[in-house]
């Protein structure tokens, strides 16, 4: 199974989500996608971050009827960083050829993650284009790293499966934009989790671990 992996807090998940991972699916031939539910961004603060079920309730609806796994495995593997996450996803699901998905907003700031290169050198990375982040994420230190890996769709394509386990590599996608985004669904539904407070047991897709109603890692834990 070829798989995208797109990480995020989906705070909350939506339609632009599944939009540009539709397309990302279909332009580079996945069999499916998983969305990594994170239970805290240490790049992001902790204010105005909803409860992991509500954000991960919220990825299930945007994800119904498409091939799109949203999972809160982070939680279960506690795992801080995506250096790590992904360690420990090539670890145990050893069949799968995994890519990882991020946008062009990432891309600018990805020289400030943790282990960066060696997240590079786990496994392919497609880059999505998002507007406004073009001119920053092409001039950023890490994109000055790719430079020399990156390659483009069709070639991204004829690598095959057993190519695709080759790393670095680097495919920037291009699509019609999409400028919904989880900030201004914040700002304009500032009580959007309240919808997704439902007290039912709530059991992750991918790993069938149950989640607590209102759970929220604490990011300094």
């Known amino acids: 199974m070829l798989t995208g992996l797109l990480g995020g807090s989906f705070n909350p998940a939506h339609g632009g989500h599944r939009r540009i991972t539709r397309f990302t699916?279909?332009?580079?031939?996945?069999?499916?996608?998983?969305?990594?539910?994170?239970?805290?961004?240490?790049?992001?603060?902790k204010a105005g971050m909803a409860p992991l079920s509500a954000r991960l309730r919220s990825a299930y609806a945007q994800a119904k009827r498409a091939p799109i796994i949203p999972t809160a495995i982070e939680s279960e593997l506690r795992t801080r960083y995506t250096v790590d996450t992904l360690r420990e996803l090539?670890?145990?699901?050893?069949s799968r050829q995994f890519v990882w998905l991020m946008g062009s907003d990432n891309l600018a700031q990805f020289h400030r993650w943790k282990d960066w290169r060696t997240i590079?050198?786990?496994?392919?990375?497609?880059?999505?284009?998002?507007?406004?982040y073009t001119r920053d994420a092409m001039t950023s230190p890490a994109m000055a790293w790719f430079r020399r890996y990156t390659v483009s769709v069709p070639a991204f394509r004829k690598l095959g499966r057993n190519g695709l386990g080759r790393a670095p590599a680097l495919v920037l996608l291009h699509?019609?934009?999409?400028?919904?985004s989880a900030t201004a669904i914040r700002r304009n539904e500032?009580?959007?989790?309240?919808?997704?407070?439902?007290?039912?047991?709530?059991r992750d897709r991918l790993t069938h671990q149950l989640i607590k109603s209102g759970q929220i890692k604490d990011l300094d834990a």
């Open 190 to 202: 500032s009580d959007w989790a309240d919808q997704y407070g439902n007290t039912r047991v709530l």
């Open 175 to 180: 699509f019609d934009p999409d400028h919904r």
């Open 25 to 45: 699916i279909d332009a580079l031939g996945l069999d499916e996608a998983w969305w990594l539910v994170s239970p805290g961004n240490p790049l992001k603060p």
């Open 120 to 132: 590079a050198r786990t496994m392919p990375i497609a880059v999505i284009a998002r507007p406004g």
């Open 90 to 94: 090539q670890n145990r699901y050893k």
